[in-house]
């Protein structure tokens, strides 16, 4: 469907600016599983002005398990259900997410719903080693169970460090994965170079790599990239993501096809706040369409320590 705000394939919008509605949700730390953190807020819509979102939280020892909440768009700071247990916990001892699971999209393939997420371990001579899982639920009403031990995405002579938070898309009969990898590991973090790459399948489980880079660094000061969130919009597609020097900010970029991509910049619009929970990063957008508009999930600081908030497009 056509929206507002990409009316014409050689048209943008010229002024626009994202209206901040306020934190969301912050854990209150009463559950063993969520003692912090609410990371990488995911939309899922119900019905209506319903929608889930779903996000990671971390327990006592650190380890992250995903959850959700309802929330009416309409209203959306208050709280209409809430996750009693998680949806996905760690995996077992010695798999690859045995630290933690974290998510990376939801996307509904008829009755089903595949979560496609990024599961974690730690290692000796580096902080973690993260690999893509995929969780199947097969009907709305049921819950995810894991479709394999093993990661659908693991590490190889391309992706030879670390793999992250995927996003995933049907699209043009095929399944489109734009994911996170580590590039290289030093003595300390900003040594590495994490950037986004791009993969297809056929069925959303078995995926072809290539050696292309979607999204990669400016500069060296620029060296964590990660969390892409693809729209389509007419025949081109727009890609939001974070990345960081010192601090995360949200970043965008634009595509003809979906492979090669043109940064835009910072997203213009929202930036941090002079003071609360989002005002010294911001980080890990998933942006949606409702009704016509355009929302913006994204945590604040610390990683999503101190929660996640929505923000709406507002345009002249």
């Known amino acids: 469907m056509e929206s507002r ?16 509605l306020g934190r969301i949700y912050c854990p209150s730390g009463d559950r063993p599983w969520a003692r912090s ?14 929608y889930r979102v779903y996000f990671s939280a971390r327990d006592e020892n650190n380890r992250s398990s995903i959850a959700y909440i309802v929330i009416d768009i309409n209203r959306p ?21 045995d630290c933690g699971a974290s998510i990376g ?13 990024m599961g974690w371990n730690l290692a000796v001579t580096v902080p973690w080693k993260n690999a893509i899982g995929l969780a199947i639920s097969e009907s709305p009403d049921q819950p995810f169970k894991r479709y394999s031990r093993f990661p659908i995405v693991p590490l190889d002579e391309e992706d030879p460090f670390t793999v992250s938070y995927p996003w995933v898309m049907y699209d043009e009969n095929r399944y489109r994965m734009w ?15 994490h950037v986004i790459k791009y993969a297809e399948s056929t069925d959303g489980i078995n995926w072809q790599k290539t050696s292309h880079i979607a999204i990669d660094s400016l500069s060296s000061e620029e060296y964590a990239i990660c969390k892409p969130c693809v729209l389509k919009q007419n025949d081109s597609y727009l890609m939001w993501f974070c990345s960081r020097g010192d601090k995360y ?16 910049g910072q997203e213009s619009g929202i930036d941090v706040s002079e003071s609360g929970w989002d005002s010294d990063m911001i980080e890990y957008p998933c942006v949606f ?3 016509g508009c355009r929302y913006l999930l994204y945590c604040g600081n610390d990683y999503g320590k101190s929660g996640f908030g929505l923000a709406r497009l507002q345009t002249d």
């Open 5 to 20: 705000f990409d009316r014409g394939k050689n048209k943008t919008v010229r002024h626009s600016q994202w209206q901040k």
């Open 37 to 50: 953190h609410a990371a990488n807020p995911t939309a899922e819509h119900l019905q209506d002005d319903f």
């Open 77 to 97: 700071q208050e709280i209409l259900e809430e996750a009693s247990e998680p949806v996905l916990r760690p995996g077992e001892l010695g798999m690859f997410d």
């Open 105 to 117: 999209c939801i996307l509904g393939i008829g009755q089903k719903r595949f979560l496609y997420y």
């Open 179 to 193: 994911y996170g990898s580590n590039l290289k590991w030093g003595a300390d973090k900003n040594d590495m170079l």
């Open 249 to 264: 900010r949200i970043q965008r970029a634009s595509s003809a096809d979906g492979v090669i991509w043109k940064r835009l």
């Open 289 to 291: 369409e409702h009704k």
